[in-house]
Nanobody, 125 residues
Framework: QLRLVESGGGFVQPGGSLTLSCATSGFTSDYYATGWFRQRPGLKHEDVACIDLIWNMTNYGESVKGRFKISRDNAKTTSYLQMSNLKPEDTAVYYC??????????????????WGQGTQVTVSS
């Protein structure tokens, strides 16, 4: 069974940067993509960034394009979300997830079957 553990969340001032990590165990070749999603207070889950595990194709939510970058290590065991120029509206619980669907890199939440517990990111002055 796949296990995903997020880390790196915390408190940061507007304009600052944070890098989130998602360590996995139990990864198999059945998985096609990993991604990051977030849930802001009072809102539903929102796609942030996803990456295809074969071709490294990436996909980003409109609100984070140009500010966030998703990457992974070559062993596919850890994925990262580099966040820069953070804004108060980026405050959310960030979740990493994995998809066994070959279209998972499209970053559609229903395609992701395995989820971490989440890490809180707070952007405030």
């Amino acid at each position: 069974q796949l296990r995903l553990v997020e880390s790196g969340g915390g408190f940061v001032q507007p304009g600052g940067s944070l890098t989130l990590s998602c360590a996995t165990s139990g990864f198999t070749s059945d998985y096609y993509a990993t991604g990051w999603f977030r849930q802001r207070p009072g809102l539903k889950h929102e796609d942030v960034a996803c990456i295809d595990l074969i071709w490294n194709m990436t996909n980003y939510g409109e609100s984070v394009k140009g500010r966030f970058k998703i990457s992974r290590d070559n062993a596919k065991t850890t994925s990262y979300l580099q966040m820069s120029n953070l804004k108060p509206e980026d405050t959310a619980v960030y979740y990493c997830a994995a998809s066994k669907n070959r279209y998972g890199a499209s970053c559609q939440r229903p395609l992701f079957s395995d989820w971490g517990q989440g890490t809180q990111v707070t952007v405030s002055s």
